[in-house]
């Protein structure tokens, strides 16, 4: 910000010694030409007088009048008294007047000053002010202050940059306290059922103890002591189950906002997105025409499902091509992509869409195993569905979205 102020005040300080130089140069300038002008103006008159007798002053830009002198004649300009043939003449002129050129030349110059400091000031109010701001939200957002909501702004420029920057906000505080929640839910899960975990293990070390000390005489009271260990041991495996099942439980909290939108919104976004990244890879990316239908779901989340995939595409095809191809089925629309080099065999095709789930052509690959698993809980939520499929070298994904 100080930096701009220093040129901007450099950039007018330069301006004002342009305009006083470009003064300066005129004023001198005209006045030698002025001067200049009207002695070449009477030197040609004389010749003509000379030669021809007479000569006309509209014929020279600075003469006025050329008459014979006359001691009693009177005017208001300036003359020369010339002799030619013996004879005297009066030869009135005038110098040229620059005024009017400076006077435009420094209204002119004056009014790209006053623009000049006009767009400085805007450039510092409206652009460089608010971008400082947006420097110490994102600093207080990556220090984790999200509690403090980001003053809206109607500028222009960052109006919706900012109310972006708040949402994020929103979403990362939001986030934080579904995650502090689920830690303190598992917590609780864990110090719940290991305390009901303790009562029948207690049971089980008592039984086993007193059959390894023959405390129990008769085989009536062995095979009860049996049966306690075996109702025991059958409450231990409900309560492994019960964590097991708590483990499969969605634990994202995936949400979507379910309205309808048209295809092409979506698409448009895609491309934009993607056909640098793809050129800049040097793979082909085709994107099919298509019937722009007005679809049931939610357009971000769908862009979001889409974007997973073009990842998948990247990361495990071997960048020759991706496609995506668009096809009609009953009452839904279904979008394929498709790319070249498919790593994985049709026994994995199951499995793609399950949790933390990495294919045998991840190895070499960064990842969670969360994206298809995700992109398959948002397209449900939509009433949608996912699903893969090999067709020789290829591999394609298709989404399945319903029609309005």
Not at 117 to 128: A, N, S
Request: glycine fraction near 6%; aromatic fraction near 10%; charged fraction near 25%.
């Amino acid at each position: 910000m100080n930096n701009f102020r220093k040129i901007a005040v450099s950039l007018l300080v330069l301006e004002v010694i342009i305009t006083i130089f470009f003064n300066v140069i005129l004023y001198r300038d005209a006045n030698n030409q002025g001067k200049r002008q009207y002695r070449v103006d009477i030197k040609r008159a004389e010749l003509a007088l000379s030669t021809n007798g007479s000569a006309s002053p509209s014929d020279y830009p600075s003469i006025v009048n050329i008459l014979p002198f006359d001691e009693n004649y009177k005017t208001n300009n300036d003359y020369a008294v010339v002799n030619v043939n013996g004879k005297l003449y009066s030869i009135e002129y005038v110098i040229h007047d620059s005024s009017t050129e400076v006077l435009f030349m420094n209204i002119g110059l004056g009014g790209m000053i006053v623009i000049t400091l006009f767009v400085l000031v805007y450039v510092d109010r409206k652009i460089l002010k608010p971008f400082n701001t947006m420097s110490n939200y994102s600093l207080e957002l990556a220090r984790g202050n999200l509690s403090n909501p980001i003053k809206q702004d109607k500028n222009k420029f960052f109006g919706k940059f900012m109310w972006g920057m708040d949402m994020l906000r929103d979403n990362l505080e939001t986030n934080r306290k579904k995650e502090l929640e689920l830690q303190k839910e598992k917590k609780t899960l864990i110090l719940s059922i290991s305390h009901d975990i303790k009562t029948p293990l207690s049971a089980i070390k008592l039984y086993t103890r007193a059959l390894s000390s023959d405390l129990y005489d008769t085989p009536e009271k062995r095979q009860d002591a049996l049966d306690g260990i075996s109702r025991n041991a059958l409450d231990i495996e409900k309560y492994v189950a019960d964590i097991v099942a708590a483990s499969k439980e969605d634990f994202l909290n995936l949400e979507a906002t379910i309205g309808e939108f048209y295809l092409s919104s979506v698409i448009a976004r895609i491309k934009v997105l993607y056909e640098d990244k793809f050129a800049r890879f040097h793979t082909e990316f085709k994107i099919n025409e298509f019937s722009d239908l007005l679809l049931k779901g939610d357009p971000d989340r769908l862009e979001e499902v889409i974007q997973n995939i073009l990842e998948n595409a990247i990361k495990y095809g071997d960048g020759k091509r991706v496609t995506i191809s668009f096809s009609e089925e009953e009452d839904c629309t279904l979008i394929s992509v498709t790319n070249s080099g498919c790593s994985i065999s049709e026994d994995e095709i199951p499995h793609l869409f399950e949790s933390f789930y990495r294919g045998t052509n991840s190895s070499k690959h960064e990842g969670s195993g969360l994206g298809l698993y995700i992109a398959r809980s948002l397209m449900r939520i939509m009433d949608g569905d996912i699903f893969a499929n090999i067709n020789g070298d290829e591999f394609s994904i298709v989404v399945v979205l319903r029609q309005l």
